[in-house]
């Protein structure tokens, strides 16, 4: 009995070695490394929330020593009288960074889909780079301090930044179509956990000599990458045909074939069919990647509300508003909470914390494999979700130990960095390349922009919300909150659980009755 073509699993990677040239491995480094320098430079400020916290509070002193006049000149940058409050100021600038880079990120994804891709993610990285370093070197080479420019500054730079994400999701999603998406993108959404570690490297080797010189450290690499994606970065495989003379059997006017795409300019059957699309595939169901549209006649980019009305774009950025927000707590106060917590040193505790982020970069390419095997997402992030509480209950109850802590938080990074990974890359490259939009495939940064965007607004309120329950009620009150943000996730995306797992067992009957 002849299975129906939808039914019929291929390898998800026969097409990926075939067409994989050297033209896609330079846009997969390129977009890997440039948002991890962006990660890198966030990275650094949580970093160093220790020694800026000690920075604008005036230390202990004992009582009979002479109080040195002016005090204006002397204690200018003692912005906050405790630490305390110098704390919840932190969390307040993590709030307006994030806040202002969701709305970019609305905006990002729209300017991403009718301006040239290059541009704006190099524009965005020197930009963003320069800010930076007025943030935290030129302010402190000054010693001019003011909490309205601090502020002024991040709200900047979080608009800045937001013109990362949607970018390089955009170009990997021109370049590298849906068969073997979920392993690709995994493992290219590792990027954000890279530029974690490399950031949090940076910054312990260069912080002995004041925080400072990890924000110029940052900065300056920042700006150098940017530099060569502006000269180095082919957006889609149509600029070959522009900037490169591609080998004879290719099409000038197309360029390269989309990775995943067979010869013939089909790709992998049921690969290529949309993550939310329910209706069989035909065998030869043509791939819809933007180098198959006519070059004279470009695809009309869609409209905001249109892509929100897309199939299942409302509920994944719902749920990942919630995924993102623990996510990116540990992103912000990971390092903080060692040391707060254990009283263990800064730099030791900016070196523990990369563990997390090993975890997720683990996490986010099995499970990107895992669910490319099954063809299905969202089952994948429910399992993946259930064991993360698990994790959380027992990372919040991690004793005093090192290594038993780093075990810990790299398993809970395995089971929350790895989700948050696919959904803001595989599952947003899937969502916006859907049937709907075929003949519109410049809907990939605005879907991109969504989710994202929305994630971060979750997350920009729960960096105001971290700082607020901790000082009120303690971590232990923190960690709950995470829990129940986890628990939030699963049940958003609960609809799309139970549609796909019917779908899994629909087809198991089907291969059942065929053999």
């Not at 040195?68 to 709030?95: I, K, Q, V």
């Amino acid at each position: 009995m002849a299975l129906p073509g939808s039914l019929r699993r291929q390898p998800a990677d026969r097409g990926l070695v075939s067409h994989c040239t050297h033209h896609h491995i330079v846009v997969f480094l390129l977009t890997f490394f440039s948002y991890s320098l962006l990660h890198a430079s966030r990275k650094t400020f949580s970093n160093v929330k220790v020694s800026i916290s000690s920075q604008w509070t005036p230390s202990c002193q004992n009582s009979t020593a002479t109080e040195l006049r002016p005090y204006e000149l002397w204690y200018s940058s003692h912005l906050f009288p405790n630490a305390e409050e110098a704390t919840l100021f932190l969390g307040t600038l993590d709030t307006i960074f994030l806040f202002s880079y969701a709305m970019g990120l609305f905006v990002s994804g729209i300017v991403g889909d009718r301006l040239n891709l290059r541009w704006v993610l190099s524009f965005g990285m020197c930009s963003s780079a320069l800010v930076v370093f007025f943030f935290g070197t030129l302010t402190e080479w000054l010693h001019f301090y003011n909490k309205w420019f601090y502020c002024c500054l991040w709200v900047v730079n979080g608009l800045l930044q937001s013109t990362g994400w949607p970018c390089v999701v955009a170009v990997m999603g021109n370049w590298f179509g849906k068969a073997g998406r979920g392993f690709v993108f995994g493992l290219w959404s590792a990027c954000a956990s890279v530029g974690n570690i490399l950031g949090a490297f940076l910054a312990s080797c260069v912080l002995k000599y004041g925080y400072e010189y990890a924000f110029l450290v940052t900065a300056s690499v920042q700006f150098a990458g940017g530099v060569v994606v502006f000269f180095g970065l082919l957006t889609s495989p149509k600029e070959v045909g522009r900037r490169d003379q591609p080998p004879p059997h290719y099409n000038l006017l197309s360029g390269l074939p989309e990775l995943g795409a067979d010869e013939d300019g089909s790709v992998e059957e049921d690969a290529n069919r949309p993550l939310m699309d329910d209706d069989d595939a035909d065998d030869d169901d043509r791939n819809y990647s933007s180098q198959e549209s006519d070059t004279v006649n470009q695809p009309k980019a869609i409209g905001f509300f249109q892509a929100c009305c897309l199939p299942g774009v409302v509920l994944y950025s719902l749920a990942y508003a919630c995924l993102k927000l623990v996510n990116y707590s540990f992103f912000f106060w990971l390092p903080f909470y060692l040391s707060n917590n254990f009283g263990w040193k800064e730099a030791e505790a900016d070196q523990l914390s990369i563990w997390y982020d090993v975890g997720g970069i683990i996490g986010g390419t099995i499970q990107g494999l895992i669910s490319d095997v099954l063809q299905k997402r969202a089952p994948v992030l429910a399992i993946s979700l259930l064991f993360a509480v698990g994790s959380l209950f027992g990372y919040s109850r991690s004793p005093n130990s090192k290594p038993i802590n780093a075990v810990i938080m790299a398993i809970t990074g395995f089971f929350i960095g790895g989700p948050s990974n696919m959904i803001s890359s595989a599952i947003s490259a899937d969502l916006g390349r859907q049937d709907l939009v075929r003949g519109s495939s410049e809907a990939l940064a605005t879907v991109t922009g969504i989710v994202d965007g929305t994630g971060s607004i979750g997350a920009a309120v729960g960096q105001y919300l971290v700082s607020l329950i901790q000082e009120n009620l303690g971590w232990m009150w923190v960690f709950y909150f995470f829990i129940l943000m986890t628990s939030s996730t699963i049940l958003f995306i609960s609809p799309l659980i139970v549609r796909e797992v019917r779908l899994l067992l629909h087809e198991r009957h089907l291969r059942v009755l065929a053999e």
